[in-house]
């Protein structure tokens, strides 16, 4: 037996596409979605969420895109009081110009802030895959632990061709998640890294037809819709087929290949809780 949980990305970031994300959660697909708490639209989209307690959701931890929740990490790292993207973060970290106490307290403000909406928080991961960072993983792990989240995301490299970004990606999370340190290691291993924002029937079937006779695993998607108005930002719209995924996730070929694939669609809240006992504090 093969359990699947279908995650979506980036809830809370663009209505338009939050509302797909709605969508796969409606037609079962998606059970899981991590939401992007520091955005502006949170509260008003969370809403949504409440409406369909069926589904699991967690904090896509953010130190990248959007405003930050507090003013002492706007200070340390934001740029005109916005997040200046992946490559400055990561590298604001590791020079030791962002403290991991500033980051803590930054994402100790996007999980109460989650919290504060009504969600039950089941898992951690983050945007851009951040959390990867040795001194950040340990810090989701704590942080995971304080508020009682039992699953934080666990990555994999994955076979996707020979081009030089693919091979960069894939020696990063090696080298990053091969450090990993502490409780969470009995997550279930995160696939769909090769097709983030691509994801189509065909890296689907690939992806499902590596995957062993038995266990638990995540995917990782991006389904949403398309509003040219409210999205203007060139390399997103160069990176995420947003509408493609969502058409996926939400037609008959989609049931039809996990079938196919001995995968059956499950939940966090299905699993076993992982060892180690956990705390509650807010």
Same mark, same amino acid.
């Given at each position: 037996?093969?359990g699947?949980?279908v995650?979506?990305?980036?809830?809370?970031?663009?209505?338009?596409?939050?509302?797909?994300?709605?969508q796969?959660?409606?037609?079962g +697909?998606v059970l @899981?979605t991590?939401v992007m /708490?520091?955005?502006? =639209?949170?509260e008003?989209?969370a &809403? $949504?969420?409440?409406r369909r307690p069926?589904?699991?959701?967690?904090?896509?931890l953010?130190l990248?895109?959007?405003q930050?929740?507090?003013?002492?990490?706007?200070?340390c790292?934001?740029?005109n009081g916005?997040?200046?993207?992946?490559s400055?973060a990561?590298?604001?970290v590791l020079?030791?110009?962002l403290?991991?106490a500033?980051?803590?307290?930054?994402w100790?403000?996007q999980?109460?802030r989650?919290?504060d909406?009504g969600?039950?928080?089941?898992?951690?991961?983050?945007?851009e895959?951040?959390?990867l960072?040795?001194a950040?993983r340990?810090?989701t792990?704590?942080?995971a632990?304080?508020y009682?989240?039992?699953?934080?995301?666990?990555?994999?490299p994955?076979r996707?061709?020979? +081009?030089?970004? @693919?091979?960069?990606?894939? /020696?990063?999370?090696? =080298?990053?998640?091969?450090?990993r &340190? $502490?409780s969470?290691?009995q997550?279930?291993?995160?696939i769909?890294?090769?097709?983030?924002?691509r994801l189509?029937?065909a890296a689907?079937?690939?992806?499902?037809g590596?995957?062993?006779?038995?266990?638990?695993?995540?995917?990782?998607?991006h389904?949403?819709h398309?509003?040219?108005?409210?999205v203007?930002?060139?390399?997103l719209?160069?990176y995420?087929?947003?509408e493609d995924e969502?058409r996926l996730?939400?037609?008959?070929d989609?049931?039809?290949?996990?079938s196919?694939?001995?995968?059956?669609?499950?939940?966090?809240?299905?699993?076993?809780?992982?060892?180690?006992?956990?705390?509650?504090?807010?």
């Open positions: 037996m093969i699947l949980i995650n979506a990305d980036d809830f809370g970031e663009y209505r338009c596409v939050s509302a797909g994300i709605l796969c959660i409606d037609a +697909s @899981a991590g /708490a520091n955005s502006p =639209l949170f008003e989209l &809403t $949504g969420l409440l069926w589904a699991d959701y967690g904090v896509h953010n990248s895109r959007g930050p929740l507090t003013e002492v990490v706007a200070a790292l934001a740029d916005v997040f200046p993207g992946k400055r990561a590298l604001a020079a030791g110009r403290p991991v500033c980051v803590e307290q930054e100790r403000a999980i109460e989650a919290l909406a969600l039950t928080l089941r898992f951690l991961n983050s945007h895959h951040l959390h960072i040795p950040l340990r810090l792990l704590e942080l632990r304080a009682g989240i039992p699953w934080v995301r666990v990555l994999q994955e996707s061709g020979w +081009s030089p970004a @693919a091979w960069l990606r894939n /020696a990063a999370v090696a =080298l990053l998640q091969g450090a &340190t $502490g969470g290691a997550s279930p291993v995160c769909g890294l090769a097709a983030s924002g189509d029937p689907l079937e690939q992806l499902l590596r995957l062993p006779d038995s266990g638990c695993f995540e995917l990782m998607c389904p949403g398309l509003d040219l108005q409210e203007s930002d060139q390399r719209l160069g995420h087929r947003w969502c996730l939400c037609s008959q989609f049931p039809a290949i996990c196919a694939a001995g995968v059956t669609m499950t939940r966090f809240r299905d699993l076993p809780c992982p060892a180690g006992e956990l705390t509650w504090a807010r």
